[in-house]
């Protein structure tokens, strides 16, 4: 069977067109722009990856070799509903869908039970210290997770597995799709409020998706938030429990989604807990999760006052043992996301020596919405003295110099994709 993945260099797609690629279909793909990501599948033997979403490419495959599913990423569809793709695959009869269906179907096929890891933060490193607990135990294990491992891929499906382990994207509503065999909750607070409108719509999703799963693993705070009742099938967790001082990773948050996933992997195995909080405790962490990409600059995933929060946990930790200080490079996630959390940023960054603000990444967003500049943002904060509106160009590069060779630990929090923070300053210090 030819899979085509419409948004193959994204953290969704992506993984699940490797996956495809493992369990022996033909896969092909295309995405709007470039992105390293894109690279990386091309070297692990997805070659057939178009650059530019047209309708001349995909006829060309097609006529080639016959594509009988197309697969694609809610932003295909939320973007453009009558995009050149899914034109042609409607004209010719082509079985679309979004990743969840073919997911579903893959699972279904090689009798895997799900264990599914849900949440507005701490998603993607709970579900790969969740993999990296399988992999040192040499469990045998499929999974998707939407950051780079150097243990693994972000995709993997793996002949003889009982579990597949799922970053599960409450985004477009995708967890809703599946009936999971654990669920495991890592933190609940509003987000995504184009497809959740009000706060209740986001909790209630949660709580539907909770009500699919046959067991789910919660901290109290969320099943008070969610006001989920007492029932066998929910296991709910202590954060002030005595084992997680057991942990030694750097950062509160870390150590938090690490005892989730040394929970979840006792509830499987019942092997002891201080075993596998051994284990979890030499964890060597993802890519852009406080990744160090050159001595002294580091690159984190943070676009949330939640996220923001967690990261500067870790980031002053790590500060305070080598006694720097802690400067930040932000770049907000999308336009959209700033109208609703404006608001929260207030004392997110506290602990920063200062923050360097670029303009927001955009990414679907509203037409009708002014695109908020960074000066304003930086107004949110309690201490908007701290904060400087700048661009990404050769200034702030010699700032960046400037901070790393005074012994600053310099963090570059941002979530956007290609030409991102992120891959920008890979090209500049990196290259």
């Not at 955009?362 to 904060?387: F, H, K, M, T, W």
Request: net charge negative; hydrophobic share 35%; proline share 3%.
């Amino acid at each position: 069977m030819h899979l085509f993945f419409s948004g193959i260099g994204g953290a969704g797609i992506g993984p699940l067109a490797l996956i495809a690629h493992q369990a022996g279909y033909q896969v092909s793909g295309s995405d709007k722009q470039h992105s390293l990501y894109i690279d990386y599948l091309k070297k692990h033997g997805i070659r057939n990856i178009y650059v530019g979403q047209t309708k001349d490419n995909i006829t060309q495959l097609h006529r080639r070799h016959a594509i009988d599913w197309y697969v694609h990423s809610s932003a295909v569809s939320i973007e453009n509903p009558n995009s050149p793709e899914l034109v042609f695959c409607k004209e010719e009869g082509i079985k679309t869908s979004k990743r969840d269906e073919l997911l579903n179907q893959i699972i279904k096929e090689r009798r895997l039970k799900l264990l599914a890891v849900a949440g507005t933060h701490g998603k993607s490193t709970t579900t790969a210290m969740v993999i990296w607990l399988f992999k040192q135990l040499g469990l045998p294990v499929s999974y998707s997770v939407g950051a780079k491992m150097n243990f693994g891929e972000m995709g993997e499906y793996t002949t003889g597995s009982e579990f597949f382990v799922y970053e599960a994207d409450e985004f477009d509503r995708n967890f809703l799709s599946f009936e999971p065999f654990i669920s495991v909750i890592t933190g609940v607070s509003w987000d995504h409020h184009e497809i959740f409108p009000t706060r209740d719509d986001y909790q209630k999703a949660f709580v539907d998706f909770i009500d699919q799963s046959n067991h789910t693993i919660i901290w109290g705070e969320d099943q008070s938030y969610l006001e989920l009742a007492d029932t066998s099938r929910i296991i709910v967790e202590n954060s002030q429990n005595l084992h997680i001082n057991k942990i030694t990773l750097a950062g509160l948050y870390n150590r938090l989604d690490a005892y989730l996933a040394v929970r979840t992997l006792h509830e499987i195995t019942n092997l002891p807990i201080d075993k596998l909080i051994s284990i979890v405790n030499k964890f060597p962490g993802l890519k852009r999760r406080m990744e160090e990409i050159i001595p002294g600059l580091y690159s984190d995933y943070a676009h949330t006052p939640e996220k923001i929060r967690g990261a500067m946990s870790v980031a002053l930790e790590i500060a305070n043992t080598k006694h720097q200080d802690v400067v930040v490079i932000y770049e907000p996630l999308t336009d959209r996301r700033q109208h609703y959390i404006k608001n929260d940023y207030k004392d997110c960054f506290d602990g920063a020596k200062i923050i360097y603000w670029v303009p927001s990444y955009l990414a679907r967003e509203d037409p009708d919405l002014v695109v908020i500049n960074p000066e304003e943002l930086i107004s949110y904060l309690d201490d908007p003295s701290i904060a400087h509106a700048t661009k990404r160009d050769d200034h702030l590069k010699s700032i960046i110099d400037k901070h790393l060779l005074s012994g600053d630990m310099v963090v570059a929090m941002n979530g956007g994709g290609g030409d991102s923070l992120d891959e920008w300053l890979r090209q500049e210090f990196q290259d």
